[in-house]
């Protein structure tokens, strides 16, 4: 239960939301990695109706279609626009270990290192609960997605689960989801929240 006054912002931000969601669509479209990344997990309906924003020129396609494909739709190719730089997000020396895994999966070290290099490095933040950076790791599973889907299409192949299955990209986000949340307590199922 939230106290009155938190209550009271919250209703209101997700108003603003709303505006902005008939009005502005194309801002939230721009910007929703970085509200999604300081939406807090329990605010479920916030982070959709950031989520459920699309141009205004783009028509969806009806989801009651029988056979309906959605990989199979021309728009499926088009990247979403996002103005946040979240390869900045990365520190750089972790980012320099990450490429040259992406690209040679070396260091072989690399893997069993990678929860380490995920941690919270300020005392105040693993004092409060939050042992992990999940900024970091929004940052990590946003950049290595990219990344896999850019290294396919350089080979000429469309992703799908075999183009993707067994490489660099997959051994780090497999990585991140063994016992997931047993390693990030503060939030139940990152992997899911950050992959949608």
């Known amino acids: 239960e939230l106290a009155k006054p938190v209550h009271r912002l919250y209703r209101g931000t997700l108003r603003v939301l709303l505006v902005l969601l008939h009005d502005f669509p194309e801002f939230l479209c721009d910007y929703h990695y970085g509200f999604c990344d300081?939406?807090?997990?329990?605010?479920?309906?916030?982070?959709?109706l950031i989520l459920s924003a699309?141009?205004?020129?783009?028509?969806?396609?009806?989801?009651?279609?029988?056979?309906?494909?959605?990989?199979?739709?021309?728009?499926i190719s088009i990247a979403p626009r996002m103005v946040t730089n979240f390869a900045a997000l990365i520190k750089p020396s972790f980012k320099k270990d990450l490429d040259s895994y992406l690209k040679n999966r070396a260091p072989v070290?690399?893997?069993?290192?990678?929860?380490?290099?995920?941690?919270?490095?300020?005392?105040?933040?693993?004092?409060?609960?939050?042992?992990?950076?999940?900024?970091?790791?929004?940052a990590l599973v946003m950049y290595v997605g990219t990344q896999a889907i850019q290294f396919?299409?350089?080979?000429?192949?469309?992703?799908?689960?075999?183009?993707?299955?067994?490489?660099?990209?997959?051994?780090?986000?497999?990585?991140?989801?063994?016992?997931?949340?047993?390693?990030?307590?503060?939030?139940?199922?990152?992997?899911?929240?950050?992959?949608?």
């Open 38 to 48: 300081v939406v807090p997990p329990n605010c479920i309906q916030m982070r959709n």
């Open 109 to 138: 070290s690399f893997l069993s290192e990678l929860r380490t290099n995920l941690q919270n490095t300020s005392s105040n933040a693993a004092d409060a609960g939050m042992r992990y950076n999940i900024s970091m790791i929004n």
């Open 152 to 196: 396919i299409r350089a080979k000429g192949h469309s992703p799908s689960m075999s183009s993707i299955a067994h490489s660099s990209h997959m051994d780090i986000i497999q990585n991140l989801a063994v016992d997931e949340p047993a390693w990030v307590p503060q939030i139940p199922h990152p992997l899911l929240l950050l992959q949608v």
């Open 54 to 75: 699309f141009p205004r020129n783009m028509r969806l396609p009806d989801p009651f279609t029988p056979n309906l494909k959605v990989d199979m739709l021309p728009e």
